[in-house]
């Protein structure tokens, strides 16, 4: 989703001069009147990138959503890194705006300036140590050679020839990919060939490992289909929504994505980021035919007519021939 916000000629000619520039670290830019524009400047004190963080927090708020531009490898045209700072404490449509206009700040200001675009709702992620943690967990990883890429393949081969646990990756575009677990992957394959202990499967996807795991299986029709669903986690759901058309009996696969307005956002992120590629995935790699897709803020949206409005068939309304009417006499 984006927001149609657009960056200002001031942030722009802010980003031009902080890049210009080798006193300034970095630059804090927010959204206002519908367009992002500067905020403050952090001045540079060393060409050591950790030696320029502590000063970082005085420039940001606890309670308020700002993105923050750095230069993290000095003298690199593709030096800089783009951060979303969205506390949790912050207003509900600023994070729902920030999250929906990042992307559209990295690309207006070039895309190719920045190595790394990062996520973060916590001061403490910015420091030293959150750096360190962010490099060690290797969330974004640096372009492989040809060789590197086809050992990283044959390796997927061989965990896959052993029915590893760790499962394959799923691509979801950009930089982010995810795992699906082998219960998850399994339990869809199942579920694909009606063998599934159920009509019902979902899954969820744990933010900290990076994977898709299975929740569980189970038996509903269209009347008790939101209340197996959770109200306040988000959730992947296949539903096979038996019922009967013009005296036959159909079964097709609908696809659910529910995310409670009360989720966090950097769960929120994943779950709308990853989507499409798990989608993707599932149909192509999997065989999954989708009949239709559906998404809601909270399973009580799932109502029954929902459902049958779906998959009634449309009526063509012919519309009658309307005789013009008399001109009236002058």
């Not at 916000?5 to 031009?16: D, G, P, Q, Y």
């Not at 207006?108 to 300036?113: M, T």
């Not at 009606?194 to 795991?213: C, F, M, P, S, Y």
């Not at 798990?278 to 999997?286: D, G, K, Y």
Request: with cysteine; proline share 5%.
């Amino acid at each position: 989703m984006q927001s149609g916000i657009t960056v200002s000629k001031e942030l722009h000619n802010a980003f031009n001069d902080l890049v210009s520039s080798p006193s300034k670290r970095g630059l804090i830019a927010t959204i206002t009147s519908e367009t992002l524009i500067p905020q403050s400047v952090l001045p540079s004190k060393s060409p050591d990138f950790y030696t320029d963080l502590p000063s970082l927090p005085t420039l940001l708020s606890k309670d308020q959503a700002s993105y923050i531009l750095l230069r993290r490898y000095q003298n690199a045209p593709d030096g800089y890194v783009a951060v979303t700072y969205i506390p949790d404490s912050a207003p509900v449509r600023q994070k729902m705006l920030f999250a929906s206009t990042r992307l559209t700040l990295v690309r207006e200001l070039g895309a190719e300036r920045f190595r790394e675009s990062l996520f973060v709702t916590e001061m403490k992620e910015l420091e030293k140590e959150g750096w360190e943690k962010h490099d060690a967990h290797g969330a974004l990883k640096a372009p492989l050679t040809e060789e590197e890429e086809s050992l990283q393949g044959v390796k997927e081969a061989e965990a896959e020839a052993r029915g590893g646990t760790k499962g394959r990756r799923l691509e979801t575009g950009g930089r982010l990919s995810v795992g699906i677990s082998a219960d998850a992957r399994g339990a869809l394959e199942e579920f694909r060939d009606g063998d599934a202990q159920g009509n019902l499967l979902q899954l969820n996807v744990d933010i900290k490992r990076e994977t898709i795991e299975l929740v569980g299986t189970s038996s509903t029709n269209a009347d008790g289909l939101a209340s197996a669903i959770s109200g306040t986690e988000p959730r992947y759901t296949f539903f096979r929504y038996i019922h009967s058309l013009e005296g036959t009996e159909q079964s097709p696969v609908v696809f659910i994505y529910t995310c409670p307005s009360e989720s966090k956002v950097k769960e929120r992120m994943v779950y709308a980021s990853t989507k499409q590629g798990f989608l993707a995935a599932a149909s192509s790699e999997l065989g999954i035919e989708i009949a239709k897709k559906f998404e809601a803020s909270s399973p009580s949206e799932l109502t029954v007519s929902t459902l049958e409005d779906e998959f009634r068939p449309k009526q063509e309304q012919k519309q009658g021939f309307s005789r013009p009417k008399r001109p009236g006499k002058r």
